[in-house]
């Protein structure tokens, strides 16, 4: 993408979408804050491959907010960084800990589809393809804490099987891990 010098929103970004892709600069954040506190439980409950598996989401969520960041530059208009919002930091049970992660997940999606809505409807084409990315993406997300779940429900108290399903689980490489 080409580099416009000025730094006015307007140029190139519709004010609504402006502010959307703001907003969700302070979204990506907040889960990946969401997912720290998650490894931190599972962490503290003596899981270091359930741990290792929130810490990587965390820091794809941060990497998520990066390419807001990014897009925002790229088309001319300088972030606005806010406050993130508090995040829930105790869990009852590793059931209750990716609940919330799944929670979240889907909280991000419907902000994604928000935002599509919002290029389509201000006809701003650059952010709507820009986006897909994130439509795609949330696809992924949402199937897989959803099956983590379902796999930990499946193994009940024994969450030394799950530590095994995590541990094979693929990388971002798309290789076995």
Known sequence: MAKVVAHDPSMILKPGCFEGLNQQIVNEMH?????????????SEGLPDLAAHFNRQSNEEREHALKFVKYLHDAGA??????????????????DAVQCALDGELKVTNQINDLVGLAHKNNDYMTHTFLQWFVTEQLEEVSTVS??????????????????????MP???GEDA
């Open 78 to 95: 300088r972030p606005v960084f806010k406050a993130i919002p508090e995040v829930r930091n105790d869990f009852n049970s590793a059931t």
């Open 171 to 173: 990388t971002e490489a």
């Open 31 to 43: 889960a990946s804050l969401q997912y720290l506190a998650i490894a931190s439980y599972f962490d």
């Open 147 to 168: 099956t983590l779940l379902q796999v930990i429900k499946h193994a009940g108290p024994t969450l030394l099987l799950v530590e095994d399903y995590v541990r094979r």
